[in-house]
């Protein structure tokens, strides 16, 4: 992307008390880290106007009544993988897509409502995608961590 | 896992705060249609149950690293759940789950350089007792990334108490 966008020291105690609690008010980021409301202020929006930074709501897979949730690894044959990873994209199952180095050329992050989605999801959706020659699920049974707090951002313009 | 009840409202909500969690309790009830109160005893309620998180989210190479790698990890199927948990307490992994699949634990991490992912996959993963075998690729390009809907570990979190 090659932009100058740098932060300081100030910046980066701002964001981490923001990961905390990020409807935390100017004023008691403020009290807490020895600094004006307005200075708080400022900083954030700063970051926020170049995209470097989002404070949000994240809300749980179940709060959508997304039950399921699965990696695939997928082995893209005679097709761009860059191609089959961008139509895969398109479903709304699919919360995450990489193209990554390895085995597999695509890894991706899905959400099911359901099991009984899987047959039609992995055998009548993603199968009619061209390039496929083969899929490996993992199922998640347990989630220790989950902290995708970093992540590529969108414009505003797009929201 | 029972699904959560939510209704019309508590949705609008979601998508409100999913934008901007900034915005004033106020702002939000004049927008909607609802009073004050009724914003704060419902954000609260979502957060107490786990449904909604208040963070910062930033881009790639601003307060971390800026790669992404996905370490499959075969490990002894009786002592999984410790060695996964072990694994989830070094710091550069920042997502971890037991799997079904062709292994059973899969992390994520955000690495610098090369050496540091294999200090951390060769070095650190590889000596805990109970792990087998250990397979990393790098995600090269990101061609979808939805960080708004999470699974949220931690339930509640600092409570919203503006006035």
């Known amino acids: 992307m090659g932009d100058n966008f740098s932060v300081d020291d100030i910046d980066l105690a701002i964001v981490e008390q923001l990961r905390i609690n990020g409807r935390a008010t100017n004023q008691q980021i403020a009290n807490n880290l020895g600094l004006t409301a307005a200075t708080v202020s400022t900083r954030i929006r700063r970051m926020e106007d170049a995209d470097k930074l989002r404070v949000v709501a994240v809300s749980d897979f179940s709060a959508h009544g997304y039950n399921v949730l699965m990696e695939l690894a997928i082995e893209v044959d005679g097709r761009p993988a860059s191609e089959v990873a961008a139509e895969l994209a398109e479903f709304p199952e699919v919360f995450a897509a990489h193209l990554v180095t390895g085995r597999y050329d695509i890894d991706m992050l899905v959400v099911l409502r359901d099991f009984s989605d899987l047959p039609d999801l992995l055998l009548d959706k993603f199968s009619k995608v061209r390039g496929i020659r083969s899929m490996m699920p993992a199922i998640a049974v347990d989630v220790l961590k989950y902290q995708f707090d970093v992540a590529p951002l969108e414009a505003r313009s797009q929201q | ?163």
Request: hydrophobic share 45%.
């Open chain 2, 1 to 163: 896992m029972s699904a959560p009840q939510l209704d019309d409202l508590d949705r609008q909500l979601i998508e409100v705060l999913a934008r901007d969690a900034r915005v004033s309790n106020r702002k939000i009830a004049g927008d909607l249609g609802v009073t004050e109160g009724t914003v704060r005893g419902r954000i609260k309620r979502l957060q107490q149950e786990g449904l909604i998180a208040f963070t910062a989210i930033t881009s790639f190479g601003l307060t971390s690293s800026a790669k992404m790698a996905f370490i499959g990890i075969q490990a002894d199927v009786e002592s999984v759940r410790e060695v996964a948990a072990q694994i989830a307490e070094i710091p550069p992994i920042n997502a971890l789950m037991i799997t079904m699949g062709r292994f059973n634990i899969l992390a994520f991490c955000l690495f610098d350089t090369l050496e540091t992912l294999i200090e951390l996959t060769s070095d650190k993963i590889l000596a805990i007792p109970g792990v087998h075998h250990v397979e990393t690729s790098i995600a090269v390009k990101t061609m979808k990334y939805n960080a708004r809907v999470v699974r949220i570990t931690e339930k509640g979190g600092p409570v919203d108490d503006e006035e």
